[in-house]
């Protein structure tokens, strides 16, 4: 009984620690990601462009891919995957939830796709993504589908609702409680009024 008991919390200790190191492995690269999409330079070599132009990425040649990547197929709603990310790994070690990750991932997918619709529809105009646009080829191709008719129908609410449901997702991909931030806020009230 003592040789199985041991088995067991040892087998728990180390799936335990395999799961804080996928967690912290996700925040290291999600902010490794984030470096790269915030020093993105369109000219720096990439899927179009010829490879002997100097790099000004921060992380070389591979965050000069990886930022291309993500700008030219999300466009600008991108920046907030390394932010999904990085709260996903501190839930995931805090937690100890490996499955947190995939969660995260389904509604980072979501969001990154009515994201890239909102900004290919309304703020089309690209200043440094010149090749799709704010809203990436993923916001070209839906902006061609039936989407474009619904959104047409009524601009206003359209951009309010696409803009609730981006931020509404991205909630739930951090995995954000609502309960616990009206408590904090509450808790913060009732202090300053006492």
Request: no cysteine; proline share 3%; hydrophobic share 55%.
């Amino acid at each position: 009984m003592e040789i199985k008991k041991l088995a067991n919390s040892v087998l728990n200790f180390v799936i335990n620690r395999v799961i804080e190191i996928t967690g912290i492995s996700i925040v290291i690269i999600s902010v490794l990601l984030l470096v790269s999409l915030i020093s993105f330079n369109p000219s720096d070599p990439n899927f179009i462009f010829p490879e002997n132009t100097q790099i000004k990425n921060l992380l070389g040649f591979r965050g000069s891919f990886t930022a291309d990547f993500f700008f030219q197929s999300f466009g600008l709603v991108a920046l907030l995957v390394p932010f999904s990310f990085t709260m996903t790994g501190i839930n995931i070690v805090l937690q100890k939830k490996i499955f947190l990750f995939i969660e995260s991932f389904f509604y980072t997918i979501l969001y990154l796709l009515f994201g890239s619709l909102f900004f290919s529809f309304f703020y089309p105009s690209a200043f440094k993504l010149y090749v799709y646009g704010n809203g990436g080829f993923i916001g070209k191709y839906l902006e061609s589908t039936f989407l474009n008719t619904l959104i047409s129908t009524n601009f206003q609410i359209s951009y309010y609702f696409l803009l609730l449901i981006v931020l509404f997702l991205f909630l739930i991909s951090i995995q954000f409680k609502f309960i616990l931030f009206y408590n904090f806020i509450k808790k913060i009230f009732k202090g300053l009024f006492i």
